[in-house]
């Protein structure tokens, strides 16, 4: 007569695919949390390249269009948490009396690739009300 042997536990088999399933879920969730740090440090170069071009207009708010221009300095770089921004002003004048449009762009490179933010405004020199204002 022959008997039955009841074993308990896991085959060889399952052990080595519930491995397999195992690690190659670490692996994709590994994949998702860089993918992810990447697009944060992206966003935190972005917020910094948006301050830098909002700096760059209130600066020359404060000492006047006519005055920025005058200074000959429309560019230049900016050394910021480890990374080099490049912004850049250009100042087109407006058919309109002392109506000047002003465009700033910052640039940086990250992993051979170019990013830039540009904000665009317009200014009035000193004219009609004896001070200059932002539009």
Do not use: P
């Given at each position: 007569m022959?008997t039955k042997?009841?074993?308990?536990?896991f085959?060889?088999?399952?052990t080595?695919?519930?491995?397999?399933?195992?690690?190659?879920?670490?692996l994709v969730?590994?994949a998702?949390?860089?993918?992810?740090?990447?697009?944060i440090?992206?966003?935190?170069?972005?917020?910094?390249?948006?301050?830098?071009?909002?700096?760059?207009?209130?600066?020359?708010?404060?000492?006047?269009?006519?005055?920025?221009?005058?200074?000959?300095?429309l560019?230049?770089?900016?050394?910021?948490?480890?990374?080099?921004?490049?912004?850049?002003a250009s100042?087109?004048?407006?058919?309109?009396?002392?109506?000047?449009d002003?465009k700033v762009?910052?640039?940086?490179?990250?992993?051979?690739?170019?990013?830039?933010?540009s904000?665009?405004?317009?200014?009035i020199?000193?004219?009609?009300?004896?001070?200059?204002?932002?539009?």
């Amino acid at each position: 007569m022959v008997t039955k042997i009841n074993y308990k536990g896991f085959t060889l088999i399952e052990t080595i695919l519930a491995c397999v399933i195992l690690c190659t879920s670490i692996l994709v969730l590994g994949a998702i949390c860089t993918r992810s740090l990447s697009g944060i440090r992206l966003n935190r170069q972005y917020e910094q390249a948006a301050a830098l071009v909002e700096k760059q207009l209130v600066f020359i708010d404060y000492i006047g269009i006519k005055d920025f221009m005058g200074s000959g300095q429309l560019e230049g770089d900016i050394e910021q948490s480890g990374q080099t921004y490049h912004w850049q002003a250009s100042v087109k004048r407006v058919n309109i009396e002392n109506l000047y449009d002003v465009k700033v762009t910052v640039v940086w490179t990250e992993r051979n690739h170019n990013y830039d933010v540009s904000a665009c405004t317009r200014f009035i020199a000193e004219g009609l009300f004896g001070e200059a204002a932002e539009l």
